[in-house]
């Protein structure tokens, strides 16, 4: 089994910054891909920024320029800057981590328990 433990969520104004980390641990071989998805009120979980172990990031267009997606190998960790919040940008932030548990075996995803940001002035 895999847990994914986010932090870093929290209320800021319009124009803010915050910092959201995911640490994952247990049965780990490999995490191929990590991201960061979100779903507001009423909407579907939409994708946010994914980085793959060796790759190049990806980003939603609503988050380009203002957001920036990092990981720590070493420490199964993915990270997500934000930066230039809006008010658009509340919604629960969830982890996502593509696992290989063990060398010869499939990747399965797992879900981090969400964090909320809330921009509001």
């Known amino acids: 089994q895999v847990q994914l433990v986010e932090s870093g969520g929290g209320l800021v104004q319009p124009g803010g910054s915050l910092r959201l980390s995911c640490a994952a641990s247990?049965?780990?071989?490999?995490?191929?891909?990590m991201g960061w998805y979100r779903q507001a009120p009423g909407k579907q979980r939409e994708l946010v920024a994914t980085v793959p172990t060796g790759g190049s990031t990806n980003y939603a267009n609503s988050v380009k320029g203002r957001f920036t997606i990092s990981r720590d190998n070493a420490k199964n960790t993915v990270y997500l800057q934000m930066n230039s919040l809006r008010p658009e940008d509340t919604a629960v932030y969830y982890c996502?981590?593509?696992?290989?548990?063990?060398?010869?075996?499939?990747?399965?995803?797992?879900w981090g328990q969400g964090t909320q940001v809330t921009v509001s002035s």
């Open positions: 996502n981590a593509r696992v290989k548990p063990f060398a010869y075996w499939p990747i399965d995803d797992y």
């Open positions: 247990g049965s780990i071989f490999s995490i191929p891909v």
